[in-house]
């Protein structure tokens, strides 16, 4: 006789090897039969049984076990997963037919461990009346399950948390029941010495070939890269040399163009539109540059831009001559309204800031005051806590004693149940007998019809290969001369095709050549177009940067004659609240100090607090200066735009087209 720890050995490696998506359960369960025909009919049937009902209820399984890894078997193997499935169908399924004896002493008879743990999940009644009764409804009738599944279980928990209690136990080395019983003593097996290993001969190490070492040009950077850098730094700083001696030069011409005539203007214009290109050569000689290169695109939207500016300078001028007014005075106190926005709004983030700062030291204070009420409020959980442990003290014992009472009951049913057993054994012997019979006459006439199957596949084969055997004609004479022959007006023969073709070609050829004259054409149109853009470009440069160094030399010397604001009433009694609060605080830390000076985690919590906000406080006093000052660099920016196009403008001159 097999023991049942075996039984569920041979189920679960079956269902490891079951493949469901390459194999059918019928086959599947005939192959297990026939591994199986060392056991006894009573064993066979029970395996048998236990794999069909494994594959047929796997949904449902599948539920109880896979929540059982997540919750309770977070660190069991998952190769014992079909284990816990097979256990959870006995308990489930043949519950009833096996009697809490027969299934108690398959559980035993396993690891105690992995089935204390997963018995007690499955028979917790939380679980059963609630996700896992929800999650078998979504499979099966609610109705259905609750009446033949769930009640069952429900009727044999007290039952099985007894054998949860036993098995308890014995992992606690508190077993309930002492056997008195003979210790075997083991003896050593006489077992032959082992002749001692030849050493093996050691292969041949392989000689690897010599690589070529790695060069040195792949870790250091190139020397063009290191020479540009240089190249680059040079060129900058002499850029800025430069720039600081045309800025004096454009305004001692601006003062002598104030004092001379008409003539002397005149002279001065001429010799300023002759200037750029002293000023190239100049620039030419002294830096060593490489020059511009701009693509179409960006040369006819530069003209473009600069044509659209002349035009609305033009418009400007029109309509000032026919008695416009001037847009300077609406600028200005365009201007002044926009320094009072800015003004209010540098007021009021710094009210923000000092507002956050006042809300830190009351939050100090209010967790000060937490503080105290949480020292009152342990000091009462302590003594319920206290109370309740006295309680739970004696409903233990008392649920001992019950537990006791409630052996001692079911030792005496044990008893009875031996006699019904045993006529349930022969019941199932019969049923047993009767199910091999069917079953041996559903094979033979499973084979009869595959062999007619067979039969017939035979005959068809050989009349495909008497078909294929005829001799059959495989060369085709073809006339390139003849048309189709299908009844259509555009019907030509192959010839005709090809000297259409031919024509077709020549034609192309022709139009192509075409097609290369307009295009080289208009391409030598761009670039005549694209020179004279150029031109433009040079000269409206020029004439832009004197004219922004003009106006960003005026906006200086008006930024810094500008006063600061005077500080807003809000702030100053934002900061008037803060400092109160801080004395506040500081009152409260010394009376906490006082009262508990072991406890020594709240004041570094709030010094790191106190920490942090300084340096959000510091961090906000930075972002307020930036801002503060951010209006005059944004008026800077787009002055230095022009002076820059001014120091490039020589070197555009010498641009390439593309």
């Known amino acids: 006789m097999v023991s049942h720890g075996k039984h569920i050995a041979i189920i679960v490696q079956q269902l490891n090897k079951f493949d469901p998506e390459n194999q059918s359960v019928e086959d599947f369960l005939n192959e297990s039969a026939k591994m199986l025909q060392t056991l006894n009919v009573t064993e066979e049937k029970f395996v048998l049984d236990t794999l069909a009902g494994c594959i047929e209820y796997k949904s449902i399984l599948d539920v109880v076990v896979n929540a059982f890894y997540v919750r309770d078997g977070r660190y069991c193997l998952m190769s014992e997963r079909n284990l816990y499935v097979v256990i959870c169908y006995l308990a489930t399924f043949q519950l009833e037919e096996l009697g809490l004896q027969h299934f108690s002493r398959i559980v035993k008879s396993l690891d105690n461990a992995k089935m204390q743990k997963f018995l007690r999940f499955f028979f917790n009644a939380l679980y059963l009346n609630t996700w896992i009764k929800d999650e078998w409804s979504h499979f099966y009738d609610s109705l259905y399950v609750k009446q033949n599944w769930i009640e069952p279980l429900l009727r044999w928990q007290p039952k099985v948390q007894q054998l949860i209690a036993q098995l308890t136990d014995k992992l606690n080395n508190r077993t309930t029941t002492v056997k008195t019983s003979t210790v075997t003593q083991p003896k050593e097996f006489n077992l032959t010495v082992p002749k001692p290993r030849a050493i093996p001969i050691p292969l041949p190490i392989p000689v690897l070939e010599k690589r070529l070492p790695v060069p040195s040009s792949t870790y250091k950077p190139p020397k063009e890269k290191k020479q540009l850098q240089e190249i680059k730094i040079k060129n900058c700083r002499k850029a800025e040399d430069f720039l600081r001696k045309s800025k004096a030069n454009q305004f001692r011409c601006a003062t002598m163009k104030s004092q001379k005539g008409e003539s002397e203007l005149q002279n001065t214009h001429d010799s300023m539109k002759s200037k750029p290109a002293f000023r190239a050569q100049k620039i030419q000689s002294k830096i060593d540059n490489i020059p511009i290169k701009l693509n179409a695109a960006a ?339 787009p002055k230095m735009l022009p002076m820059r196009q001014q120091e490039v403008e020589p070197q555009s001159v010498h641009c390439a087209v593309k």
């Open 299 to 637: 040369i006819l939207r530069e003209g473009a831009l600069y044509q659209r500016k002349m035009e609305q300078e033009l418009k400007r001028i029109e309509n000032l001559l026919q008695g416009a007014r001037d847009p300077t005075e609406f600028l200005e106190w365009q201007k002044q309204m926009h320094g009072k926005d800015l003004e209010e709004q540098l007021a009021e983030i710094e009210c923000r800031r000092l507002q956050g700062k006042l809300s830190f030291e009351e939050a100090v204070v209010a967790h000060q005051n937490v503080i105290q009420e949480n020292k009152k409020k342990a000091d009462l959980m302590r003594e319920e806590k206290a109370e309740l442990m006295h309680q739970y003290a004696e409903k233990r014992l008392q649920e001992q004693k019950e537990l006791r009472e409630l052996v001692e009951q079911i030792m005496e049913e044990h008893k009875n149940a031996k006699q019904a057993k045993v006529k349930l054994q022969k019941y199932k012997q019969q049923i047993v007998q009767e199910v091999c019979e069917e079953n041996r006459e559903l094979l033979r006439q499973a084979l009869e019809e595959e062999e007619e199957k067979l039969r017939k596949k035979y005959e068809l084969i050989q009349q495909i290969r008497a078909i294929e055997s005829l001799p059959s004609l495989r060369h085709k004479f073809v006339d390139l001369t003849e048309t189709g022959g299908h009844g259509l007006f555009c019907e030509m023969s192959i010839v005709e095709l090809r000297e259409r073709l031919a024509l077709l070609k020549e034609a192309q050829k022709e139009a192509e050549e075409e097609k290369r004259d307009q295009i080289i054409h208009e391409k030598q149109a761009k670039e005549q177009l694209l020179l004279e853009t150029l031109d433009q470009i040079s000269l409206f440069r020029a004439e832009l940067g004197r004219a922004a160094a003009l106006k960003q030399e005026e906006k200086k010397r008006k930024s810094q004659s500008a006063e600061r604001p005077v500080k807003d009433e809000r702030v100053l009694n934002l900061q008037k609240k803060i400092a109160e609060k801080a004395m506040e605080r500081k009152k409260q830390e010394e009376l906490l100090k006082i009262t508990a000076p072991k406890s020594s985690i709240a004041p570094k919590k709030d010094s790191w607090q106190w920490n942090h906000w300084k340096e959000l406080e510091k961090s906000r006093e930075r972002q307020f200066k930036i801002f503060q000052h951010g209006s005059t660099v944004r008026e800077m920016a």
